[in-house]
Structure formats: C-alpha cells, structure tokens
C-alpha cells in the first residue's frame, strides 16, 4: 500500500462514471434527465452506431448562461438544489451534479445552449476532461443540445463489455421508451441514423395518455388493463393495471414510478406479487402501468447513483396502500373485465398490531356452501344429453338480444315468443324482476361435454369452465367466512419448542397479539425460547415451527408478513377445489344461471384458485370473423 494521496481528478469521474455511465442508453437516460427538469417539452435523440458513435440530444428547455456552461462540466455542479433541506425534498429528476461530469470524462463531448434571455448561443467543446476547451458562438434555438461522441474512447476495457449495436440501441430504445411514460406532457424522437425508430407527440388528453401506453406497451396490454386512480392520506395512485388474464412469462411489463421517477423497489415489487397473489397463475407476472404520488418528504431518492431505488420513511404504510389499492380493484374487477371506480370499498390499512381476522368455527367439507343439492354424477358425453327446456323468462330475455345483435332470424323470434311453457319454479320468478337488465354473463344455453357452460350475453358468446368457477367461488365463501369470525384453534398434546435470536425475541414478543389473532398462542419459556401451545385446527398437516421462524423471517427483512394468513387460504383453496363441482357432471339450465349468477357477486371469479381463467367471451363480431361473415 502506498501513501494516502488524492486522486488526479479526471481519474476521479472515471470512477465516477463507472458508477454512472455503465452503457449508452446510462448516457440516454441521465441527459433526457437534465433536459426534462429544464422544462423541455420537445426532446430529440440522433442515435448513432448503437450509441458508442454518437448520441445527440436536443430540447427546448430553458438552455444553460454562457457563464455556467464550463462550470456545467464539473463534477458536482446542479442548479437544482443548494441546501439540505432541498435535498429533503427534491422534486427534479436529477440533483447529484455529476452525469455530465462523468460523461464528458469518457466521451468527446459538444455542449451548445441558448437560455431565453440570450439573443447569442455558445457552444463549448471538450474530450475526456481535458484541460483544454472551446468555447465559442454558435446558431441555436432556445434551449440545449448536448453531442456526445466516441463513448469511452480513453477507457478501452469499458468499451469491451459494450453489446452489438443493435442490442445497445435497443437498450436505450426502452430506455426512452420508460422516460416517456413517465412524462406524457413531453414528446420525442428517436432516430437511428436517418430512420424515426419513434416518435411519440405530447400527450396532454387520456385519450393521447392511452395510445401513448398503447404504443409502448402494446394493444394488447391496453385491452387488458384497469384505468386506476385511487387516493388515500395524501397518496395517489393512477395507472393501468393489467388484468389477470394478460399476465406475462417475463416481469418486462411493469413500469412503477415514483413522483414521475421511475424505480425498481423490493418493497413495492413484493406489495405487488401480493395483490396479485390470488389470482396468479403458476410463475406468470402481471403487468402494469402505475403512478405513486407522495410528499417528497416521505421519500428518499438519495440512495444510489443512478437513482433507481428509494427508501420510503412509511415503508409499511406505502407498502399497505399499494397492497390494498390493487387487491380491491382486482377483487372487485366484475367478469366482464370492468370496474367502477365510484364504488371501490375505502382503503384500509393494517398495522403490525392489528389483524382483519376473528374467530370462528373450522371450515370443512360438510358446510361448504354448494350451488345444487344434487349428488355427483359421472355421467359421459351422449349425442343427446338431457336438459331442462329454457325457462320462459330467460327465453324472452335472449330473443330480444338476439333481434338486437341479429344473431336470430325474425321468424325465430316470433316461435321464441309463442311457443313457451310455463312458469313452474321459483327461479323463474327470480329472473323475472330482472327482465330488463342483461347480467354480464348473460343466460345459460347449454352444457358442452359436462365441462364447460356456454351462456349468451348483450354481446355475444360466454364460455364458462365449470369447475373452475365454482371452485373460485366457493373459495371466496370459505374466506369469507374465515375472515368474519376467529379462527379455531386446538390445544397441542406436546407444546412446539421454538429457539430464536435475541433480535427476533423482541419482536417475537412485541408481535405476540398479531400471532393470537391469527390462532397461534406462543409462550416464552427462557430468553431465546418459545413454546407453541395451539395452533388453527387446519395446520394440522403444516411444520408450525417453521412456519413461525419464516414469518419472523419476513418481519425481520420487509417489516410485513402475510405467510400465515396465506398458509390458511392454501388449505382453504385445496378444500374449495377438492369440494367444486368436478368435469362431467350435468348441470340443468337454471343451475346453470345460478352459477353464472354467483359469479358476478364473487371477486375475483375471473380466475380460479390457481390463477387459471374461468371464463372467457367472444363478441358477435368475432364470430362473424371466424366464419367469415360479411366477407
């Protein structure tokens, strides 16, 4: 070891642009940045040779003093905060003061600007931080153009790990693309050489909001999305979210950001796995679109270099809010992919202390709610399988959509009309008070090979997988259930020993109300020692000991644990699927609707237990277009 010296200073922003600069698109992404926070509602980025060549970006932001733009180039130098306290609270998108300083130290770099109250522009020149500069006046319209040439031409090993060009401008591609959802008032324009590889045009209404998302996240994503916007202790939440049905292989589709500040955060990553948890299916990942408005007091965003990560001083609070936003809506998304946000239940948080769930009796297969009191039946597929005739009412109901959507002839409707039996049970009478409503599911038709229920709508087509649904619905009943009462709890023979550390006893005593009200009665019976006297009758096939130890586990890294409530819904989930009505058995028609009508009252009947849709709709036109109709 040599003696302490200090760095040479160009070596010093090399260093730092290690930190900051890793590729191109880093570059793209700190001066789109700088050129957002000088107010610029027009960016336009030439990109060259994926980057590595060159990278040009010009606003029409409030432009840089002549004075200032050598001063511009050193390291720590912002005009954006000047005190800690603003450092508290900082609303720009950028403030260290270095990107540029790092930029310039590995690049060869052009910097003209003409603020709005210079009649002349200057342009300053300078390659790798060297001493030497120019600085000169140039022709430029208000605001700044920053040219960025030749990217780590004086540090060769950097330029090694670079990519092929197509893969580094594909890099920054995204990376505009993630800067432009989070700033729909400004437009862009990426070239590549001579070519528009995208040009999105500000976008001030939702309606242009919405296509801008479209043409970054695709149609699809679109057609499968919630529009959100929920409020609660001064945060607000806007986005799309994306149905369960348009989850993804890939978590490429899930853009969160922060007072416009776009961030990869574990907290809010977990808070949205369990939004989303009950309708996931296997290792799928939802995709979305979401905007966190907060106090920027409440968050911190100097916590790393490139600004990616925040600390939230209500951690617990933040994760809680966005926990229960998206689970509500989820819940409450009705089956025809839509929800009303005027009628969103408030959002209430949960504390460490404080718990949703109250005793009651054990849930088993004897009082689990059924849809029928038939026993099941194994019958197969017949040519000709029985079926009661359509009630009246639920004819009455389908020839009139039919005439609307012209599925029908007239000739059928006057049969529909005239030929109908009589009104023989209750359940007809039901369907009566709701003769002018169309329910989102519709009415049942038929049976198709004892599997799946095919129901007509104002739209078109329903296909419903029996099981499937009946086994979600059932689920949300046992929850239900579950949730209105305290769970039982039995007395073990032999008490669970539990040993932990110092740190997890504290908590474990300090959390010793949340256990109880789960069913779990905990003892301390030595310094680092616990004993488990009762459990819920439903763990009796789960390692409560471990399970304890993971849910301090959690506490201890995330401040949050929901594994022991989740641990009950598994079981729960298991008996609701092991009691649903199994492939093959007969349903009659208005079964059938009672089904249909069961899910529309259940949340989240769009998907079963195990994230699998339960039904799926084809409108008139689409069927028009499989059989080529019009054509």
Not at 21 to 46: C, F, M, Q
Not at 439 to 466: C, K, R, S, T
Request: proline share 4%; charged share 20%; glycine share 4%.
């Amino acid at each position: 070891m040599s003696r302490i010296h200090l760095l040479n200073p160009q070596l010093a922003n090399q260093i730092a642009a290690g930190e900051v600069i890793e590729r191109p698109a880093s570059v793209v992404k700190e001066l789109l940045e700088n050129s957002l926070d000088a107010g610029a509602n027009e960016i336009d980025i030439l990109i060259e040779g994926g980057g590595i060549q060159r990278i040009c970006i010009r606003d029409n932001g409030c432009g840089i003093h002549k004075d200032d733009l050598v001063l511009a180039l050193s390291r720590h130098a912002t005009s954006k905060i000047s005190s800690l306290t603003e450092l508290e609270q900082v609303k720009s998108l950028g403030f260290r003061g270095e990107a540029l300083a790092s930029i310039a130290s590995v690049s060869r770099l052009t910097l003209s600007a003409r603020p709005a109250q210079a009649s002349t522009a200057w342009q300053l020149s300078i390659e790798g931080r060297e001493p030497e500069f120019q600085l000169q006046p140039v022709a430029h319209p208000l605001g700044t153009t920053i040219d960025v040439r030749d990217l780590f031409f004086n540090t060769p090993a950097r330029r090694r790990f670079l990519r092929t060009e197509k893969t580094e401008f594909s890099h920054i591609s995204d990376k505009i693309s993630q800067i432009a959802l989070g700033h729909f008032d400004a437009g862009f324009t990426l070239k590549q050489g001579q070519r528009t590889a995208l040009q999105l045009p500000p976008a001030k209404t939702l309606l242009a909001r919405e296509e801008r998302v479209a043409k970054i996240c695709g149609d699809h994503f679109m057609q499968q999305a919630l529009a959100i916007e929920i409020e609660h202790s001064e945060m607000t939440l806007q986005g799309w979210i994306g149905l369960p049905i348009a989850m993804r292989s890939q978590s490429d589709l899930q853009y969160f950001y922060v007072n416009g500040r776009i961030i990869r955060d574990k907290l809010i990553s977990h808070a949205m796995r369990q939004a989303y948890k009950d309708v996931q299916y296997s290792d799928r990942h939802p995709a979305y679109v979401l905007y966190l408005t907060l106090n920027p007091e409440e968050v911190d965003v100097n916590v790393h270099p490139t600004k990616n990560e925040v600390r939230f001083r209500e951690s617990r609070h933040v994760h809680d809010f966005l926990y229960r936003a998206i689970h509500d809506v989820l819940a409450q998304a009705n089956t025809a992919n839509q929800v009303n946000l005027d009628t969103l239940k408030p959002i209430e948080l949960l504390s460490p202390s404080s718990s949703d769930h109250t005793q009651h009796e054990t849930v088993t297969s004897d009082n689990i709610p059924a849809i029928h009191q038939q026993e099941p039946s194994t019958i197969k597929f017949t040519p000709h399988p029985k079926q009661q005739v359509l009630p009246l009412v639920i004819r009455e109901q389908m020839t009139h959509y039919a005439s609307l959507g012209k599925t029908h002839s007239d000739e059928a409707t006057e049969t529909a009309t005239t030929v109908l039996p009589e009104i023989t049970d209750t359940h007809d009478t039901d369907e009566l008070q709701a003769v002018h409503e169309v329910p989102a599911l519709g009415y049942a038709l038929g049976q198709l090979h004892g599997i799946y229920i095919l129901a007509e709508n104002a739209n078109g087509l329903v296909i419903v997988d029996m099981h499937a649904a009946h086994e979600r619905i059932l689920y949300e009943q046992l929850k239900a259930q579950q949730a209105a009462g305290k769970i039982q709890t039995q007395v073990l023979c032999l008490p669970l020993t539990l040993n932990v550390t110092e740190k997890e006893t504290a908590l474990l005593l300090n959390q010793q109300s949340v256990f109880e009200s789960l069913g779990l009665v905990i003892e301390q019976i030595a310094p680092t020692a616990f004993a488990i006297r009762s459990a819920p009758a439903l763990f009796q096939h789960i390692d409560v000991t471990q399970l304890v130890q993971d849910v301090l586990s959690d506490w201890m890294a995330e401040e949050n644990s929901q594994r022991i409530i989740h641990t009950i819904h598994e079981i729960l989930g298991n008996i609701a699927c092991k009691s649903a009505k199994q492939a093959h058995h007969r349903l009659t028609i208005p079964e059938m609707n009672a089904l249909l009508r069961d899910m529309e009252k259940t949340d989240r009947s769009g998907q079963c237990n195990h994230g699998r849709p339960t039904c799926r709709e084809f409108s008139i036109k689409e069927l028009d277009r499989l059989f080529l109709r019009g054509r």
